[in-house]
Nanobody, 124 residues
Framework: QLQLVESGGGLVQPGGSLRLSCAAS????????IGWFRQAPGKEREGVVC????????TSADSVKGRFTVSRDNAKNTVYLRMNNLKPEDAAVYYC?????????????????WGQGTQVTVSA
């Protein structure tokens, strides 16, 4: 069974950092481009950052550029999202998703497999 599992969410103060992990089971992540998405209450799911299958290319939403970094460790079958200088508007449920293509995009509709999400809360 193909499965993605996110972890690492939690409560952080504004200006703080978190690292989210996306671990795969039942398939090999290195064959997929991976995207991170988020959804806040009452809002549509939006693309945050993504990384190509090779790891050589990443794309970030303007709202997180310079603060969020995506990386992958194919040996561990895991992709990471490092989030620095978190703001209250970053609070959301964060999801990782896999796309069986070489290149990544920030459109949720282009992804085939999804994790269940992990909550990130940014509050003083």
């Amino acid at each position: 069974q193909l499965q993605l599992v996110e972890s690492g969410g939690g409560l952080v103060q504004p200006g703080g950092s978190l690292r989210l992990s996306c671990a795969a089971s039942g398939f090999t992540l290195e064959n997929y481009a991976i995207g991170w998405f988020r959804q806040a209450p009452g809002k549509e799911r939006e693309g945050v950052v993504c990384i190509s299958k090779s790891g050589g290319s990443t794309t970030s939403a303007d709202s997180v550029k310079g603060r969020f970094t995506v990386s992958r460790d194919n040996a561990k079958n895991t992709v990471y999202l490092r989030m620095n200088n978190l703001k209250p508007e970053d609070a959301a449920v964060y999801y990782c998703a896999a796309r069986k293509r070489a290149m990544c995009v920030l459109s949720p509709a282009e992804y085939d497999y999804w994790g269940q999400g992990t909550q990130v809360t940014v509050s003083a």
